[in-house]
Nanobody, 114 residues
Framework: QVQLVESGGGLVQAGGSLRLSCAAS????????MGWYRQAPGKLRELVADFRSGGITNYADPVKGRFTISRDYTKNTVYLQMNSLKPEDTAVYYC????????WGQGTQVTVSS
């Protein structure tokens, strides 16, 4: 069983920055997949950024050049650095890990004011 706990969300003005953290209860070294997703009110959950095969990072078009996904194996934590935030980035952000099953965190709210 793996627990994922996101943190770092909050209210920020447009153009500002936030760094989200996703702390896993177990080692992320053995994870088959890790990524960040978000869900805005009335919309489907969508991919924001993730790690692909070989550790290559992948980003959704709306966040390319502004967001950076990274991970620290010593802390079993995945991060999402978000810069140049826009009101349309407002959503609940979720961390996802796949190992023997699919795990999701509880989400952290990000609100960007104009």
């Amino acid at each position: 069983q793996v627990q994922l706990v996101e943190s770092g969300g909050g209210l920020v003005q447009a153009g500002g920055s936030l760094r989200l953290s996703c702390a896993a209860s177990g080692s992320i070294l053995s994870a088959n997949y890790m990524g960040w997703y978000r869900q805005a009110p009335g919309k489907l959950r969508e991919l924001v950024a993730d790690f692909r095969s070989g550790g290559i990072t992948n980003y959704a078009d709306p966040v390319k050049g502004r967001f950076t996904i990274s991970r620290d194996y010593t802390k079993n934590t995945v991060y999402l650095q978000m810069n140049s935030l826009k009101p349309e980035d407002t959503a609940v952000y979720y961390c996802r890990l796949i190992r023997t099953r699919d795990y999701w965190g509880q989400g952290t709210q990000v609100t960007v004011s104009s």
